[in-house]
Each structure stands twice: as structure tokens, then as C-alpha cells.
């Protein structure tokens, strides 16, 4: 184990000196700017920072200041040491891939108060003074060695939504009449209040009244402008909204309060329900922080074990909507338990089947590929390890899972351990329906956003 070791005072001598080297690289000015909140665009705009006298991103000057720091509190004097004042002088800015040199030098002990004077000298990869001052500090008088402390990694996530763009283009095709079924949570309302605020929705309640008033209530929103139809029962608010959409009144259906297995059984009624002649679906588009492009995981809810006519249906309706989001060609991976086709895995088997229906022209507007396994669909150095090489593999843009339970554990992995934000949608039905349940306001408004861009009117 790797240990720190201070020197004492009376250990320390004029003229004795300790250095360290440091790179800084674009994370370390990140995390500085994130800790500091110095986001000074000299430091963290490359467009700014290149009209800019040094034509080029610079290090913050006290990141610098830190790594003086860092030599007399962990070499010379090291543990115990109390750093009572720093000067700094700024000689040349210092840019990502500079090797900077750190180098304290004791020129002065006064040993009344047991203080030690250093001279602090930060040069570059060339030799040039880039800082120079000096530290006060009072130097310990006891012994102290201690193991190093191991610090937590860093790990740094985009900090935009890839959603944005979809938002502000389903914002100027204006708001669809949208029926809310049994909105009885304060976190419905509160989603629902928040994409009409946006215009996407015009919505109309349906439900228990003294339950959605109540709800409007404890999210201190005021529903006054919203339409609301007073029904008995959560059973009777769902049909009357399918009754809406079958009737051309609404275009958007959004579950609101009612459970999954309800509205899909009313949606799925041949007679009375919202079918026309496609299998329904239902794509979760996955926005995850260190994933470079927005993911189609399908289908995670509604076809619990399908058949591969199933799925072709499953895949054309997700590549159909990918389409809509403005992807030309998307990559599908069909995804399965092993790389290689077995019979003893009908995943595999199904793979391969709909990539042959791929190059029949069964399945049109995508590249697919598959079985993959999910590291070969995500990682371009996985699959190299072993040996694939594929336009899909490390790029797609949609993942055909092989079961409902597959899907449902994946998206709620990535949701939770990943920090992804979903947003999902049913697609195949007569109109968009927003399955999920409601309890992040900005997802809802995603997929208020991405079922306005389905609807074309």
C-alpha cells in the first residue's frame, strides 16, 4: 500500500525541495469549472476561445494554484501542514496537453510559530515559467504517515438532452386534443400542466372529478382552462377516450392513472378498440449520457414472447418512426443471448430471419444486423475482440429486444444504473398512446413531443 509521509519541522532544511508533473487535459478543466463554477468561455467555449488573444481553450490559473497545493500538503512539509498564505504571479497561459512542473523550495523556517517560507516555482514542458510566488505555511511537529486515500473516479456525462431538437420542432406544429385518462396523481398534473405550458398538448381530462381536482390541488395547478369530463370509474374513463379517438375528436391518448393491462385490453378490442391493420408496439427512446446518439428500444411492453411475423412488425414500426425523428438509415440491432445463430436459442434463430427479410425487402428503410449480444450493439472494441465487424455494431440507433421481459429489464438498467431518460410511445394503434407511467415531468414532455411529431395533420 502506497503511503504519505510528512517531515517535520525541525526535519526541514533551506534549500530543501519537492515537485510533482501534471498534464491538464480537457477533463481536468471541466471538473475545475464544474467545481469552482468558473465558466469563463476562455476556459470552456472553443468558439469564443478561439477569437480570443491565446486563439485557443486555456487552463484556469488556479488549477495551477492547486497543484502548489498538492506538493506541500501531501510531500513537503506533507500531512498536518496548514497552508497560511500564497503569492502568485501569471507569467503564460497554460493549454490542454502542457506538462506543467511544480517545484517548492524552503527558503525561509521561523521557529517561534514553526512556519516555513517556500519559494513556488510551475514551469512548462519547454522549460518556460508559466507561475511563480510564494507559500506560508505552518510545517507539523509530530510524525504522521498514513496510507493514501483512494479517490473516487470522475466520470463526466453530456450535458445537453438529445431530446431538445425534437421538442422544438414538435413545438411549432402546434398542440394536439389530447384525452388524459384518470389523471388522479399530482405528478400527472404537473406533466400534463407542463406540455400544454410547452404546446404540445391541449389536453381534456377524463375521470373521477373529485380525484383530479384534488390531485390539481396538492400540485397547486390550476385546471380551470382545461376541459374535464366527470366519469365514475377508471374503466369508464378509458372507454370514453377511446370513444374520443375513434371519433376523431382526440389525437393523442395518454394513460395518465389507469393501469397498463386495462387501456392495452380496450385498445386491442377488435370491435371497439383503436386497431387498424398493423401489430401495435411500443418503442422506449432512451437518451443515456455516455451513449453518443438517442437509443429505440422496442418492444418493452405489449408483445410479451413474439412470433418473427411479430417482429418484422415490431422492427418496421420502429424503423418507420425513426424516420420521423429524422434518422435516414437507421442501424438496428436485433438483439439476442449469443452472437452466433443456434437452434438450441430462438432469439438467434429469429435474428437471423429478420436480417434475411432485410435483404428480401421484407423489412425496408434500416440496416439490421443481429444476433448481437448488448456489449457488441453498444461497444465498437468489444465486437473487434471478437473479430465482428458490422455497420451496426458500437452505432445503433435501434434495439430489437426478443422479449418484453428482455426490454423491460434493459430500459429500466439503463434507467437506473446508466442515469438514461426515456421517454416511450405505442405506435400501430389509430392514434399515439403514452404508456408509461408518469413520474418524471420532463420524459412526459418528451413524449408528448415525439407522439406531436407521429400525428401529421
Known amino acids: 500500500m502506497d503511503f504519505l509521509e510528512n517531515r517535520t519541522f525541525d526535519e526541514i532544511k533551506i534549500g530543501d525541495t ?16 464544474i467545481m469552482s ?71 525561509e523556517k521561523k521557529k517561534e510559530k514553526s512556519r516555513i517560507i517556500f519559494s513556488c516555482d510551475v514551469k512548462n ?56 385518462i384518470q389523471p388522479i396523481r399530482s405528478k400527472i398534473i404537473e406533466a400534463v400542466f407542463d406540455a400544454a405550458q410547452v404546446g404540445l398538448i391541449q389536453p381534456i381530462l377524463i375521470g373521477q ?75 422506449l427512446v432512451l437518451d443515456v449520457p455516455t451513449y453518443a446518439k438517442l437509443i429505440i428500444l422496442t418492444d418493452s411492453l405489449v408483445n410479451t414472447n413474439p412470433t418473427l411475423d411479430v417482429k418484422r412488425d415490431i422492427t418496421q414500426n420502429a424503423i418507420d418512426f425513426s424516420h420521423i425523428l429524422n434518422i435516414k438509415q437507421p442501424k438496428v440491432a436485433i438483439l439476442a443471448g449469443m452472437d452466433n445463430i443456434s437452434i438450441s436459442m430462438q432469439s438467434t434463430v429469429d435474428a437471423a430471419g429478420l436480417c434475411k427479410m432485410a435483404e428480401r425487402g421484407q423489412i425496408k428503410g434500416a440496416i439490421l444486423d443481429g444476433p448481437l449480444t448488448f456489449d457488441n450493439v453498444i461497444s465498437k472494441q468489444a465486437a473487434a475482440s471478437k473479430g465482428l465487424n458490422s455497420p451496426v455494431v458500437g ?4 434495439i430489437v429486444v426478443p422479449s418484453v421481459e428482455t426490454g423491460n429489464i434493459l430500459a429500466k438498467q439503463l434507467e437506473y444504473l446508466a442515469e438514461s431518460h426515456n421517454a416511450g410511445l405505442l405506435l400501430g394503434a389509430k392514434i399515439p398512446v403514452l404508456m408509461s407511467r408518469i413520474n418524471d415531468v420532463y420524459s412526459s414532455t418528451v413524449a408528448c413531443a415525439l407522439a406531436r411529431l407521429t400525428v401529421k395533420e
Open 37 to 107: 463554477g468558473d465558466i469563463n468561455p476562455a476556459h470552456v467555449d472553443d468558439e469564443y476561445a478561439k477569437s480570443d488573444s491565446f486563439k485557443k481553450i486555456i487552463g484556469h490559473g488556479m488549477w495551477g494554484g492547486a497543484l502548489i497545493s498538492t506538493v506541500l500538503g501531501t510531500q513537503l512539509p506533507g500531512p498536518g501542514t496548514i497552508y497560511v498564505g500564497q503569492t502568485i504571479h501569471f507569467k503564460r497561459p497554460v493549454g490542454i496537453g502542457d506538462a506543467l512542473t511544480v517545484t517548492v523550495t524552503v527558503i
Open 18 to 33: 519537492a515537485s510533482l508533473t501534471r498534464t491538464l487535459t480537457e477533463k481536468d478543466i471541466q471538473v475545475f469549472a
Open 395 to 398: 452505432e445503433a440507433d435501434i
Open 125 to 180: 514542458q519547454n522549460d518556460e515559467v508559466v507561475m511563480e510566488g510564494q507559500a506560508e505555511v505552518i510545517a507539523p511537529t509530530k510524525k504522521i504517515r498514513r496510507a493514501k486515500t483512494v479517490l473516487p473516479k470522475i466520470s463526466l456525462r453530456r450535458p445537453y438532452s438529445l431530446f431538445e431538437p425534437h421538442i422544438q420542432q414538435a413545438k411549432t406544429m402546434g398542440a394536439l386534443v389530447t384525452a388524459v
Open 209 to 283: 372529478k373529485d380525484r383530479i381536482e384534488s390531485a390539481a390541488e396538492e400540485a397547486n395547478i390550476d385546471i380551470s382552462t382545461f376541459s374535464l369530463v366527470p366519469v365514475d370509474n377508471p374503466k369508464a374513463a378509458i372507454k370514453h377516450a377511446i370513444k374520443l379517438a375513434r371519433e376523431n375528436e382526440v389525437k393523442l391518448i395518454v394513460r395518465g392513472g389507469v393501469t397498463t393491462e386495462d387501456l392495452l385490453h380496450e385498445i386491442q378490442r377488435h370491435d371497439k378498440g383503436l386497431m387498424i391493420d398493423r401489430v401495435i408496439s411500443y418503442v
